[in-house]
Nanobody
């Protein structure tokens, strides 16, 4: 079955960096675009970043543009989110998502906390 497992979250000071990973299994990873979302306490889940199946095109939410970079390694069935210049407002649980024809699948999330 489809599985997405995020890792790499943690506590970081403002201005710091983290790299999140999402390991995928149970489907043909290189056939599908991938997305990162996040959900802060008391807020709705929001889109963060998108990457096509080949990695040739990416798209970002305005709030993270220029600071975050999405990438993927199809040989490792993994998508990444490099987060630089982190701000307290980036604090959230981060999820990866794959949208298939009928269903969307989500990982369990990884907590990112930006605080001094």
């Amino acid at each position: 079955q489809v599985q997405l497992v995020e890792s790499g979250g943690g506590l970081v000071q403002p201005g710091g960096s983290l790299r999140l990973s999402c390991a995928a299994s149970g489907f043909t990873f290189y056939d599908y675009p991938m997305r990162w979302y996040r959900q802060a306490p008391g807020k709705e889940r929001e889109f963060v970043a998108f990457i096509t199946n080949t990695g040739g095109r990416t798209n970002y939410a305005d709030s993270v543009k220029g600071r975050f970079t999405i990438s993927r390694d199809n040989s490792k069935n993994t998508v990444y989110l490099q987060m630089n210049s982190l701000k307290p407002e980036d604090t959230a649980v981060y999820y990866c998502k794959v949208q298939m024809i009928v269903y969307a699948y989500w990982g369990q999330g990884t907590q990112v906390t930006v605080s001094s």
